[in-house]
């Protein structure tokens, strides 16, 4: 019985970021249709946008740009910085 169409090994991981695809983005200075409703009223977080009669979640065109690793290794709190 076979498994799968792929051959062993050329699955890769399940969440790899490169292999998923076209991805939906809110883009802050563009009209966005919602992909669910197609209306344009959105909530606007800090990475996120969330559609105001669906409720569909986009991520945002400028955070998925910058990584979930934005942070810089040697943070500090600005009290213990100088």
């Known amino acids: 019985m076979a498994l799968s169409i792929?051959?062993?090994?050329?699955?890769?991981?399940a969440h790899d970021p490169r292999?998923?695809?076209y991805c939906?983005?809110?883009h802050e200075d563009e009209v966005n249709h919602c992909p669910g409703c197609g209306?344009?009223?959105?909530y606007v977080g800090r990475v996120s946008a969330e559609c105001g009669f669906c409720?569909?979640?986009l991520p945002l065109a400028s955070a998925t740009a910058r990584g979930a690793?934005?942070?810089?290794?040697?943070?500090?709190?600005?009290?213990e910085a100088a």
């Open 39 to 42: 209306r344009t009223q959105w």
């Open 24 to 26: 939906v983005v809110y």
């Open 6 to 13: 792929l051959p062993l090994g050329a699955e890769g991981h």
């Open 55 to 57: 409720a569909t979640a």
């Open 69 to 79: 690793g934005s942070h810089s290794r040697n943070w500090r709190p600005v009290s």
């Open 19 to 21: 292999s998923r695809g």
